[in-house]
Each structure stands twice: as structure tokens, then as C-alpha cells.
DNA sequence: CGCCAGTTTGACCAAGATCAACGCAAGTGG
DNA sequence: CCACTTGCGTTGATCTTGGTCAAACTGGCG
């Protein structure tokens, strides 16, 4: 558990890929972090439970210990939102407003550490090493945000859903050959396309030989310069 | 000079508005401020000009004195993606990477003070209280680029540009009658339109009624309810 | 005066949304 | 064990929004 919180220790932002896998803890830091280990509690939730919903209180944040997580917004029109995908090792729920802005459910079985808010801001305080730690994985959820906004703002379609396999490529497995545990509707509301349009998408890579789909949520990149040449910008 | 630090301190941010206007100062955080104030360089820039380019080190950040700012990127095939608009006491270009993923222009003349990045992070490390209002200001940032992201990721035109008076109107003056600095392209790159389309939305307003622009520049919001529920998700 | 950069408008086109149908595998209940 | 339902995923036909291309308008400024 210590060697885990060292390795990818507990980070903060709304949601996000941020372990601080490449990060040197510099002397305090740890104490900090294994005492912020103590304060969290673990919780399991099934396929499509409610972790929290928008309206809520932020009274807490939490770190996916397994399964996937999907941060969300649903609009009046029955439309939706996913704002971020949670895997192993991210965290999620650490907000400034008071009610939750975005609901968080979990995608599949999923566990996660739960950490009191004000706890753990009084450790950061107590610690200068973990404050700039935090600080640091705040700006690189700021950096992604931006990198969002990219596709979101000025992407195709194709390059949106290329540059999503490549994300999760390397998310997940670091592989060409992954699980996706979402389904086509979640890939849609992620990236701001109907299922249709992924659908499409992903039938036209299989055509030209860019990927393969044994079945729907099994996945194996097979050109992946081709889908990078696309992702890229 | 302190004044102003205590009203709307400096804080960072690839870019945001995130002066800590409503922020309690804690105790210890204003001698902090004071000594950012004093490790802080004045700068002025001309219209169009170059604050720094994507590529360059990021060894500094800013705080926008008077004027306005645009955080920008531009793209091979010649499109440019404007991700922020800073007016006076907006903070940009505190970045966790090590070149700038961004450039920094002014939009029209502005004056900036420019704050060394080391300097200030040592500062935050001795200070709880700014390591906490620098985690905040952060936390506000993120929020903001979620908003963005919906913007962007789920509005159409109309929308966007609704959404884009009110947020000028509010951060510029909080009326209904106020000058907007930048160009319709400038518009077109932050909303993630072409100039064209709004151009079109702008004179739609214009014809029914909901804005008046004697001049390009100078704008006035005649039937806000209008826009508001148009800007509304 | 004419030039120039920025703005506006119109005609046309294409990407992706919408609407509709079908396929397919996993339950579920008789 | 087999109809029947249900939830996803896929595919096709059509429509809409906003992009593209082109041209005209405007207000400074040499």
C-alpha cells in the first residue's frame, strides 16, 4: 500500500490521468502521503452506481483503486457529457465550488479510496513538499483540459476517435491490444459525437485494416501511425 | 501596488480569470503576496505582439495589469485555437511543462507583470496559506475549462456566442454596455467558429433585437433574458 | 483619393446529426 | 428448451448546421 501510494501517489483534480508516476517525492512528501492513506476509506460500486451526483456536496474526493469511472453531466434534453474517464491510479472529485458541478458513476465494478476534503488540505499545509506535489498535478489536469478543449474545439471526427483509441491505448495497457469497458454511447458523450458517428468511425478503420474489433469491446490497434498521423493536431 | 495584491493577488494558471476577489486572505498568505509583489518585472507589449511563443521556456508567469491577453496556439494547416482571454488581473502562462505548450499575445497594448517561476514556487512552499490559495486558484481554472469544454463540446453557434457576450460583458464590466478589444477572428478562434459564422450569429442578435452594435467593437446587450437562455446548456 | 485590413453578406457544399431499421447476444419467463 | 424481450451495436437515408468560397462594404490612413 506505501510502496503503491509512493509509486502513484494520491493526486488531486476533478478527474484526469495524474499519478505522479515520474515524480520524485522529495523528503516529507511521504510522511504526508502515508499519512493521508490513513484518513481514506475504500468503497465498491457495480456497473452504472451513482458514486456521487451533480448537487451534491464535495465533502470528499477519491482515487480509483480498480475498475473505470466516468465523470458526467446530464442536460436538460436528456443529452450528456462525459467530462473524463477514471482508470486505476486516477483521481477525481477534488472540486473549489461546494455542490458537485458533475455527477461521477462507475462504468464497470469498480473500488476507490475515498479521502475527506479538509483533512487532507490540512495535511498539504502541513506539508510544503506535498502542497507543490498537488500543485503540480493540478497544472498537468489544467494541461489536459487544454488538450481536450483541442479535440473537442477543432477535431474531426475521425481524429477525435482516432486520438480516444491511442488515449486508452495508453491508459490502460501502454498496448495495441485492450479492453474498452465503456460503451459506444459513453465514447460519444466523451468525445461530443452521437454513437452513430463512432460507429461509422470505428467501422471505417476496421475497412482499412487501421484496427481490429473481434467483438465490440475488444480492441487491437494494428496501424498505429496511421491513427497517430490522424490524432495528431 | 500592495492595494491591489490584497484585492485581486496574483495567481496562477495557463490563463483564467482567477483573481481571488472573494478570497479570505489568511493570515501569512499577505506576506507572501508582498514578497511575489516584490520578485515582480513590469512589462509592455503592443497590439499583436509576441508576450512569448509556443516552444520557449517556461520560466516565467504574468499577471495582466491593463488590456488584454489571448493564449493561443496555431496549427500546421494554418487554423489558430485561442484558449483564454486575459483582462486586467488574470494570471497566464504558469504551465507544469517545461515549454510552452502555448503562445501569449496582446491583443491590444497591455502591461503585464511577469513573476519568475522558481522564485515563486519556493515562496509557495514556505507559505501554507499561498500553497492553499495557489491550490484554489488552480481548482477554479479547472472548473472553468470544463465549462469550456461543454461550450465547446456540446453548443451550437448561437449558443457559443451568446455564452461568449455574456462572459466579455461580465469580466469586462459587468454591464450591458461594454467594447470588445479583439477581432472576429479572434472571436471565431475561441469559440471554435469561423469568422464568418460569427458574423452571421452577430447580426441575427442584431436583428431580433437581443444586442446593438453602432460599431463592430462596441456592443450593448438589449435583451439579456434572451441571451441567458440561450447560453444556458 | 485609393489602398488595406477587417467585417459583413450570400450561394453553395459537406460533415455529422437525426431518424429509422435491423442484427445480435444475454437474459427471462412460460 | 424455446419464444420473447431488452440493451447495445451497426448500417442506411435524409436533413441541418456550419464551413467554404466569393464578393461587397466600411473606416482609417498614407
Redesign the pocket.
Known sequence: MLRDLGQTPAVIGIGGSLGFDSAITPAGGLDALIALESIGTRQSFARNQEIYAEGDACKHWYKVVSGTVRICKLFADGRRHIAEFCFSGDCFGLEDLDERAFAAEAVDDAIVMCFPRGASERLADESPALGRLLREAMLRNLTAAHARMLLLGRM???QRVAHFLIEMGERKAGENHFDLPM???DIADYL??????V??V??AFKRDGSIE?PQ??HLDIRKRDTLDALAKT
Open positions: 474531426d471526427a475521425p460503451s459506444r454511447n461530443g459525437l452521437t454513437v452513430e458517428t460507429c461509422r470505428l467501422s474489433m465490440p469491446h
